[in-house]
């Protein structure tokens, strides 16, 4: 049964080149073809719906696309899939549901994405010609990057459509649970409200908070069960009597030995005595510092920035920055730039265990938990023995079939804002993300209260 988990990198490349993000009718024609097929085989999304709240959405919707407002959508990324599941969903299926509410859009509804290179590096060349086609802008996420910031903020203050981005920064593994929000959105909205005040200044910038949650069916259970079967064969505890255990049980048996697995690779002493939490912490620490022995960096303070650090090096050696074409060097020359690649893949290991950890550690769940969360929990598990074994994001599993129910709040006004963010920027900040984290808190417990099918 034993085979590489994933096909490691031998080979430097040159930097990735990336078209200006323009709209490109021929592909919006493509998605709107395959895009329906898409979210269903990658991410198992078989409905989208509205629910309480869309009167925020269409509202911020029709201001934008009349030029009355600019729109920045803040939407939530638990899972992988959100802003091209979003894009399909406002190009294909919003003007028809704001119609049915009586609210009729100037254009038709669309947004523009920020995302960052590591997509396309990723994601590969559907990737590479998708996003810069359907108005998406690149943005590196932990080194200055004047070009995409200048990008951001023309479409924000001249560009037709709202502009989406997700605070979190990257995929957070739970719905119900806000582990953190970076402040980029509010800081990149508060520039443009004073650069619109000063050349618009009946025009307000407003950011909609947006929350995605997910809900399965009948059809779930009978995935997720196959999930777990396969986690367990992965864990070695596979067995005729396994699906007489407790839920919980079985999910505990393999989490603790993949705990297990991780503290024998990286020396822990293994003490079964100490809670979960701190188990997976001292994993995250030793893999960091591992990381940053073998590129050969100094630690820092603070947890991100160190993790990011790594990110961006080792991309950096299996993407040359500003190498256009490795055909001049030298034999020798390319072949140290590939161990150099080869090398960074084999330190991004370390780095993808830890990026996930970081919100798995404060994860859980009992028999007691919705069903949404269990779920939730078992594709957390297979991930977390997914990134022992070297994978990373792109071996996520997505649970068949799911449904998938956006929330909005009111919007922010920045632009009223402005007048405290001149007095103290550091303040308004705080003010406004705390405003922000709180609207995602309101949508994930209006969403607990809910009862009845979601409208759509």
């Given at each position: 049964?034993?085979?590489?988990?994933?096909?490691?990198?031998?080979?430097?490349?040159?930097?990735?080149?990336?078209?200006?993000?323009?709209?490109?009718?021929?592909?919006?024609?493509l998605?709107?073809?395959?895009?329906?097929?898409?979210?269903?085989?990658?991410?198992?999304?078989?409905?989208?719906?509205?629910n309480?709240?869309?009167?925020?959405?269409?509202?911020?919707?029709?201001?934008?696309?009349?030029?009355?407002?600019?729109?920045?959508?803040?939407?939530?990324?638990?899972?992988?899939?959100?802003?091209?599941?979003?894009?399909?969903?406002?190009?294909?299926?919003?003007?028809?549901l704001?119609?049915?509410r009586?609210?009729r859009?100037?254009?038709?509804?669309?947004?523009v994405?920020?995302?960052?290179?590591?997509?396309?590096r990723?994601?590969?060349?559907?990737a590479?010609?998708?996003?810069?086609?359907?108005?998406?802008?690149?943005?590196?996420?932990?080194?200055?990057?004047?070009?995409?910031?200048?990008?951001?903020?023309?479409?924000?203050?001249?560009?037709?459509?709202?502009?989406?981005?997700?605070?979190?920064?990257?995929?957070?593994?739970?719905?119900?649970?806000?582990?953190?929000?970076?402040p980029?959105?509010?800081?990149?909205?508060?520039?443009?409200?004073e650069?619109?005040?000063?050349?618009?200044?009946?025009?307000p910038?407003?950011?909609?908070?947006?929350?995605?949650?997910?809900?399965?069916?009948?059809?779930?259970?009978?995935?997720?069960?196959?999930?777990?079967?396969?986690?367990?064969?992965?864990?070695?505890?596979?067995?005729?009597?396994?699906?007489?255990?407790?839920?919980?049980?079985?999910?505990?048996?393999?989490?603790?030995?993949?705990?297990?697995v991780n503290?024998?690779?990286?020396?822990?002493?293994?003490?079964?005595?100490?809670?979960?939490?701190?188990?997976?912490?001292?994993?995250m620490?030793?893999?960091?510092?591992?990381?940053?022995?073998?590129?050969?960096?100094?630690?820092?303070?603070?947890?991100?920035?160190?993790?990011?650090?790594?990110?961006?090096?080792?991309?950096?050696?299996?993407?040359?920055?500003?190498?256009?074409?490795?055909?001049?060097?030298?034999?020798?020359?390319?072949?140290?730039?590939?161990?150099?690649?080869?090398?960074?893949w084999?330190?991004?290991?370390?780095?993808?265990?830890?990026?996930?950890?970081?919100?798995?550690?404060?994860?859980?769940?009992?028999?007691?938990?919705?069903?949404?969360?269990?779920?939730?929990?078992?594709?957390?598990?297979?991930?977390?023995?997914?990134?022992?074994?070297?994978?990373?994001y792109?071996?996520?599993?997505s649970?068949?079939p799911?449904?998938?129910?956006?929330?909005?709040?009111?919007?922010?006004?920045?632009?009223?804002?402005?007048?405290?963010?001149r007095?103290?920027?550091?303040?308004?900040?705080?003010?406004?993300?705390?405003?922000l984290?709180?609207?995602?808190?309101?949508?994930?417990?209006?969403?607990a209260t809910?009862?009845?099918?979601?409208?759509?």
């Open positions: 049964m034993y085979k590489p988990f994933r096909v490691p990198i031998i080979r430097a490349f040159p930097d990735i080149q990336l078209g200006e993000p323009r709209i490109s009718l021929l592909v919006i024609f998605i709107r073809i395959l895009g329906r097929l898409y979210l269903f085989l990658y991410y198992g999304i078989a409905r989208i719906l509205l309480k709240g869309d009167h925020h959405l269409l509202n911020a919707f029709q201001r934008a696309l009349a030029g009355k407002s600019r729109l920045i959508i803040a939407f939530r990324h638990p899972n992988g899939g959100e802003p091209q599941m979003l894009s399909w969903f406002f190009l294909f299926k919003l003007r028809a704001a119609a049915a009586g609210v859009f100037a254009r038709w509804p669309h947004t994405c920020v995302y960052s290179y590591e997509v396309v990723w994601g590969g060349g559907v590479k010609f998708v996003m810069p086609n359907v108005g998406a802008m690149p943005v590196h996420h932990s080194k200055m990057d004047s070009r995409g910031m200048a990008r951001i903020y023309q479409a924000i203050i001249d560009g037709p459509y709202p502009l989406a981005l997700a605070p979190e920064g990257q995929v957070s593994y739970t719905v119900d649970t806000i582990h953190r929000l970076e980029g959105v509010v800081r990149i909205g508060f520039t443009a409200a650069r619109l005040a000063a050349k618009s200044p009946d025009v910038l407003e950011v909609l908070p947006l929350s995605i949650h997910f809900r399965f069916g009948s059809w779930g259970s009978i995935t997720v069960e196959m999930l777990l079967r396969k986690i367990e064969k992965f864990a070695g505890l596979s067995g005729p009597g396994r699906k007489k255990l407790p839920l919980t049980e079985r999910v505990a048996q393999c989490r603790d030995h993949f705990l297990g503290e024998e690779r990286y020396k822990i002493p293994h003490d079964p005595s100490l809670p979960f939490s701190a188990r997976i912490e001292q994993i620490t030793a893999a960091l510092e591992t990381a940053e022995r073998m590129l050969g960096v100094q630690g820092h303070e603070d947890f991100f920035y160190r993790m990011h650090r790594i990110r961006q090096l080792c991309w950096d050696r299996i993407y040359l920055p500003g190498v256009e074409s490795l055909e001049g060097m030298s034999p020798i020359e390319r072949s140290v730039k590939d161990l150099q690649a080869s090398e960074a084999l330190i991004a290991r370390h780095q993808e265990l830890i990026d996930f950890c970081w919100y798995f550690r404060s994860s859980g769940m009992d028999e007691s938990s919705a069903f949404h969360t269990k779920v939730e929990y078992i594709q957390n598990l297979w991930d977390f023995a997914n990134r022992s074994m070297g994978g990373s792109g071996d996520r599993v649970i068949f799911r449904r998938v129910i956006i929330h909005t709040a009111p919007v922010i006004n920045l632009t009223e804002r402005l007048p405290a963010y007095a103290n920027r550091k303040e308004a900040i705080a003010t406004a993300m705390a405003d984290r709180q609207a995602y808190q309101d949508c994930i417990d209006l969403e809910l009862e009845g099918p979601p409208r759509g």
